[in-house]
């Protein structure tokens, strides 16, 4: 989004920055990760809820703690690219024919986010879903946020989708605070008395909050946590941003330690995308930086489903070298090989 400086109105745009990760010769160059623009009636809305746009340097901070000012201000500069990364990765389980198959096959969608914030990552899904699953009629959406200002504008959001699509929506947007451990067992005993199960369990920019405030391995015991609550066909998504911690640790060396723990602990998961991580993650010990950049956002995830059905995708080639940052870098399981694929999509 950027400031027109006659008219003084916000317009939300994309754009595109060159860097070595989109220059590296791949298999097939259509191959890449495609940012995603927010529908024009959205983005429209999004404008009657005065945001602004103010880019600070890229940092850490708890969002709990936000005002409505920052929230508005989140909403006009990072709503539209968290919107984009969310997208941008379940659309392409919606590129392959036997990945989308089981993308939310039954009429009724169910979504749980933890750290919704005012909603882009809920907003992406649901935007996938009701293109490419002419099947669904009905989107349940579970979604957790400790930030009030965040959840008002997060159901002013989701209430203006539903004017949008012809997918009935229901929508429950509680506030629940995370200050500990423990706060991930409070939410899943309070799951397990609904008796549900999801398709899409999803968390944006969340567990980097939680290393902020000291709590140890957010990633795993995120993981841990929600993976009981997944479909036999269901995907988790765990994203967050690429800085560094206190500690000099980069958030992709977090995530990855962490994620590959609880598969090494769990084998009845697996990854899906990076592609690398889904052929060696059960062996790796590494904990390398991984990171996508779609426009001026950067980012870095795992998208997880249970092993059975990530095995059924038969995205395994392990004769390829996957290109896991915006650097260029490669993974280091694949550097011996000379073909160049990306390790975000399934191309």
């Known amino acids: ?52 746009y103010i880019q600070k340097r890229e940092e850490a901070k708890l969002n ?16 539209p690219r968290s919107y984009s990364e969310v997208r941008s990765i379940y659309q392409e389980i919606c590129k392959n024919q036997t990945a989308s198959s089981k993308f939310c096959p039954d009429e009724t969608a169910r979504i749980l986010s933890l750290g919704c914030g005012s909603g882009p990552d809920l907003l992406a899904a649901i935007d996938v879903i009701r293109e490419n699953c002419p099947h669904v009629k009905k989107i ?18 989701l209430s203006k989708e539903q004017q949008l699509t012809k997918v009935r929506l229901e929508i429950a947007i509680c506030q629940f605070k995370f200050d500990s451990i423990q706060s991930f067992s409070r939410l899943s005993n309070i799951l397990l008395t609904k008796n549900l199960s999801f398709d899409l369990i999803q968390t944006s920019k969340f567990c980097g909050e939680l290393l902020i405030q000291h709590i140890q ?6 993981a841990m946590t929600f993976s009981s609550f997944l479909k036999p066909n269901g995907f988790i998504l765990i994203l967050d ?5 206190e500690n000099g640790l980069f958030y992709p060396q977090i995530l990855n330690r962490e994620i590959s723990k609880f598969e090494k602990n769990n084998p009845e998961f697996k990854t899906v995308l990076p ?25 870095c995830f795992r998208l997880l489903g249970r092993t059975s059905m ?26 011996r090989f000379h073909q160049v694929a990306d390790a975000y999509t399934f191309g």
């Open 275 to 299: 592609v690398p991580c889904n052929c060696w993650a059960a062996q790796c010990d590494r904990h390398c930086f991984s990171g996508v950049q779609l426009g001026m956002g950067k980012f």
């Open 64 to 79: 709990i703690d936000a005002t409505d000012a920052d929230v508005r201000n989140y909403i006009g500069t990072y709503f």
């Open 241 to 245: 941003v690429t800085i560094k911690n």
């Open 1 to 52: 989004m950027v400031l027109e400086k006659e008219t003084h109105k916000f317009v939300f745009s994309w754009y595109t920055k060159s860097n070595k990760y989109n220059s590296i010769k791949l298999i097939d160059a259509t191959h890449h990760m495609q940012p995603y623009d927010l529908p024009d009636e959205m983005k429209s809305f999004l404008q009657t809820l005065n945001p602004t």
């Open 140 to 157: 349940e959406i579970f979604a957790f946020e400790g930030n009030e200002y965040a959840i008002t504008y997060a159901k002013r959001i």
């Open 310 to 335: 990530v095995n059924s995708l038969n995205i395994r080639h392990e004769n390829r070298r996957y290109i896991v940052d915006y650097f260029g870098k490669a993974c280091f399981y694949s550097e």
């Open 217 to 222: 391995e957010p990633y795993y015991y995120f």
